[in-house]
């Protein structure tokens, strides 16, 4: 299952040396519910390899600003506190797994 992002946990998270695939999306935005089983597959597949997490833009503000999110679903690949690569839109899975792949 993906983990929920927010303030409380976010530092840590991204801190790490370990891959962070963050989705940042909303409750009322239908492309966030289109892509939402993906992620939910990619954090089962991925488990234990990359951290994959979803991050309620509404509910966490603040995290969205510092990414510069603009549209969603968007992406966020970070790792070592780096952004490494981002995608926004209802992307396919085979290139979010693409994304994950060439970052671990």
């Known amino acids: ?3 929920t992002i927010d303030s409380t946990n976010f530092d840590s998270l991204v801190s790490g040396e370990q891959l962070v695939v963050i989705d940042f999306w909303a409750p ?5 519910r289109a892509l939402a089983p993906v992620i939910e597959e990619l954090a089962k597949e991925y488990e234990g390899k990359a951290i994959i997490g979803k991050c309620d833009t509404d509910e966490n503000n603040e995290i969205a600003v510092k990414f510069g ?3 969603i679903p968007m992406l966020v690949f970070l790792k070592g506190g780096e952004v490494k690569d981002t995608l926004v839109g209802a992307v396919p899975k085979a290139k979010i797994a693409e994304l994950i792949n060439k970052h671990l």
């Open 69 to 71: 999110v603009r549209n």
């Open 28 to 32: 009322w935005c239908g492309p966030c």
């Open 1 to 3: 299952m993906a983990l």
